[in-house]
Antibody, heavy 125, light 107 residues
Framework: QLQLQESGPSLVKPSETLSLTCSVS??????????WGWIRQPPGKGLEWIATIYHSGNTDYSPSLKSRVTISVDTSKNHLSLRLSSVTAADTATYYC?????????????????WGHGIPVTVSS | DIQMTQSPSSLSASLGDTVTITCRASQSITSYLNWYQQKPGKAPKLLIY???NLQSGVPSRFSGSGSGTDFTLTVSSLQPEDFATYYC?????????FGQGTKVEIK
């Protein structure tokens, strides 16, 4: 059974860089059948997609975050990473990593089928 | 960006009821529409992918339909564990976008 587990700091100071890791077990992050992504959810609000890394190694980012975010994969450790720089209080949210089955070409996908439990992150001094 | 609009934002229903949630995309997404259920403090759970395909392990009382820009999620015979927030999401293009959510509450 595939399992995803986010890890990282629960508290980050404004203007600093948030670094999160998603450890994947029960499956290979290198599989050509899946993409991997990060989604966040501010307290009491809806879901916001942050980024996806495709099995090709290409990446896509939310336009509103693109200048501050980097997604990457470490195949040797079988984990996914997210870096978000210059954080503000607006970045306070629960951050989820998730797997996205390839939907047959271009940037198509079949939804996020496996999710981590999420890691709550607060940006505050 | 493709905007996803869900309606209603919330609804009250009784056990055993059938409820329908709609989702409209701002442009055609063919069948690249997914539905999730989220309970408080938990990660979203994929219910339906590709508009009408039931994710493995999801009860058959959940069903989805639609294509192009208009989609529906139907929950038949509501069970206690179905009271939650439901989101639609398009995976036709990036940025991936979600609807604002529909909270299903007990009447």
């Amino acid at each position: 059974q595939l399992q995803l587990q986010e890890s990282g700091p629960s508290l980050v100071k404004p203007s600093e860089t948030l670094s999160l890791t998603c450890s994947v077990s029960g499956g290979s992050i290198s599989s050509t059948s899946y993409h991997w992504g990060w989604i966040r959810q501010p307290p009491g609000k809806g879901l916001e997609w942050i980024a996806t890394i495709y099995h090709s190694g290409n990446t896509d980012y939310s336009p509103s975050l693109k200048s501050r975010v980097t997604i990457s994969v470490d195949t040797s450790k079988n984990h996914l990473s997210l870096r978000l720089s210059s954080v503000t209080a607006a970045d306070t949210a629960t951050y989820y990593c998730a797997r996205e089955p390839d939907g047959g070409g271009y940037k198509f996908a079949w939804g996020f089928d496996y999710w981590g439990h999420g890691i709550p992150v607060t940006v505050s001094s | 960006d493709i905007q996803m609009t869900q309606s209603p934002s919330s609804l009250s229903a009784s056990l055993g009821d059938t409820v329908t949630i709609t989702c409209r995309a701002s442009q055609s997404i063919t069948s690249y529409l997914n539905w999730y259920q989220q309970k408080p403090g938990k990660a979203p759970k994929l219910l339906i992918y590709a508009a009408s395909n039931l994710q493995s392990g999801v009860p058959s009382r959940f069903s989805g339909s639609g294509s192009g820009t208009d989609f529906t999620l139907t929950v038949s015979s509501l069970q206690p564990e179905d009271f939650a927030t439901y989101y639609c999401q398009q995976s036709y293009n990036v940025p991936r976008t979600f609807g604002q959510g529909t909270k299903v509450e007990i009447k």
